[in-house]
């Protein structure tokens, strides 16, 4: 089953999965606009509260360390995207993916690979 976050939270699950592990600290710098000590405190408490985050004390401060793998999330928010924004149609995300110009051809020939496998194993 997914793992459902707020947008918020998402942010600092990206950060935590990012860096392997993060101070409260280390996750404010990281957001760079100006949340609140506190706030990102509660943030953190309240995903670990969730089971997706468990802290160690060090020094004075405590780490924070990823309890989810990021697919466990992006399957949840991914399908919430192709809902929300493109009416189901995995067809019509797949065309802005690759209509990105920001896309490398290496990126494309993956796409390219990745959706020929899965024609094949559909294929009796």
């Known amino acids: 089953m997914g793992v459902q976050l707020t947008n918020r939270e998402l942010d600092v699950m990206s950060i935590v999965?990012?860096?392997?592990?993060?101070?409260?600290?280390?996750?404010?710098?990281?957001?760079?606009?100006?949340?609140?000590?506190?706030?990102?405190?509660?943030m953190l408490k309240t995903l670990e509260s969730k089971g997706h985050l468990r802290h160690e004390l060090e020094g004075r401060a405590y780490r924070y360390y990823p309890q989810v793998e990021p697919s466990a999330a992006g399957a949840k928010t991914l399908n919430r995207l192709l809902d929300k924004v493109y009416q189901g149609s995995r067809a019509m995300l797949v065309a802005e993916l690759v209509a990105d110009e920001r896309v490398s051809p290496e990126e494309l020939r993956r796409m390219k690979e990745l959706l020929d496998k899965r024609l094949e194993e559909m294929e009796p």
Do not use: C, F, I, K
Request: glycine share 8%.
């Open 17 to 42: 999965w990012r860096l392997g592990s993060a101070t409260v600290n280390e996750v404010q710098e990281e957001l760079g606009d100006r949340l609140a000590y506190t706030s990102v405190m509660t």
